[in-house]
């Protein structure tokens, strides 16, 4: 594979397991997050930090960074419970401002020339070429989006959809909301975690500017594209986020107008995404084919 294509893998397949996490927030659970942003960078520099100062290896630095992100999104997950439903969108915008000042200002986290020279990733002894990192980034997309699959058919999974559907009616059903609430924040931050670690050994560095309010505006963008509340929507909308400003280059400035202009669209013809119109197309294909199995031949009705 050549390296401009290789890149489109790594960075398309890191914003795709970040689109999964938030989609477990808001298309899961109906917790509408902007602030996705800070905890992808809490598992990037998590992952910087260990590699840098502890010289853990880089397998470690994967499992720590998602631990971390799971825990302080847990721990926010409390916070937003004493915040009302229709405010928890602006404290997450708060939190995302608030991580990066954090990593900026305090020199601990390399201040704003951040984290550099990070080690390159190995696995058993086996340095990581550009090439076999592509394919582990499309291996733990893979795991995130079967096990995102998985969740949905269990008793959290049922749990969080009618967390998502009607709230007061989920806690008169005796599920406990709160709970669910913090344990979905946890879960996005554990995914969200996993892929700022990868994204931090990919690039070798990070920077506080890598992860500002714009980043948790992408991340919304890929899911709303693609489909809000799919798994499929949050992976084709994250690759389509990913390749299309490169296609676009030769455009030079025109080409976030028109990326701008694409995302209005779908908005406005297909709210449900990408996905919800391949389902419609391919619900109006079934119905097509059924009326011509149906439908008899010409001149084949019986004769007496």
Same mark, same amino acid.
């Given at each position: 594979? %050549? ?17 999964? %996490? &938030? ?9 509408? %997050? ?14 910087? !930090? ?20 799971? #825990? ?22 708060? #939190? ?47 795991? #995130? ?17 009618? &967390? ?20 979905a924040f946890a879960l996005a931050g554990v995914v969200a975690g996993l892929a700022g670690g990868l994204y931090a050994f990919y690039l070798g560095s990070v920077f506080p500017q890598n992860f500002g309010f714009l980043v948790s505006i992408q991340v919304m963008a890929m899911l709303v594209l693609?489909?809000?509340?799919? !798994? ?11 390749? !299309? ?5 030769? !455009? @030079? ?20 995404? &990408?996905?919800? #119109? ?19 031949? @010409?001149? %084949?009705?019986?004769?007496?």
């Amino acid at each position: 594979m %050549s390296g401009y294509l290789i890149s489109i893998i790594v960075f398309g397949g890191v914003w795709a397991i970040l689109a999964v %996490s &938030l989609n477990l927030l808001t298309g899961e659970a109906g917790l509408v %997050s902007l602030g996705q942003a800070a905890f992808f960078a809490l598992g990037a520099y998590t992952s910087a !930090l260990l590699a840098l100062r502890a010289e853990l290896p880089f397998l470690a630095c994967l499992a720590i960074s998602a631990l971390v992100g799971g #825990v302080l999104t847990g721990a926010l997950g409390l916070l937003a419970l004493r915040v009302r439903d229709d405010f928890l969108v602006f404290t997450t915008i708060g #939190v995302n401002f608030l991580v990066v000042a954090v990593f900026q200002y305090f020199e601990a986290f390399g201040g704003a020339l951040g984290l550099v020279a990070l080690p390159f990733a190995e696995v058993a002894g086996v340095r990581l070429t550009p090439q076999r990192y592509a394919w582990l980034v499309l291996a733990v997309l893979g795991l #995130v989006v079967a096990a995102s699959f998985a969740l949905r058919r269990t008793w959290l999974g049922t749990g969080l959809a009618a &967390l998502r559907e009607d709230e007061q009616a989920a806690r008169a059903l005796g599920i406990p909301t709160r709970a669910y609430k913090v344990v979905a924040f946890a879960l996005a931050g554990v995914v969200a975690g996993l892929a700022g670690g990868l994204y931090a050994f990919y690039l070798g560095s990070v920077f506080p500017q890598n992860f500002g309010f714009l980043v948790s505006i992408q991340v919304m963008a890929m899911l709303v594209l693609g489909g809000l509340g799919t !798994l499929a929507g949050a992976v084709i909308g994250a690759f389509l986020l990913t390749a !299309l400003p490169e296609v676009l280059r030769p !455009l @030079a400035d025109y080409r976030y107008t028109i990326l701008g202009l694409i995302l209005i669209l779908v908005v406005m013809v297909a709210p449900d995404g &990408l996905v919800g #119109v391949a389902r419609r197309w391919l619900t109006s294909l079934r119905r097509r084919g059924g009326q011509a199995e149906t439908t008899p031949p @010409a001149g %084949s009705e019986a004769r007496p």
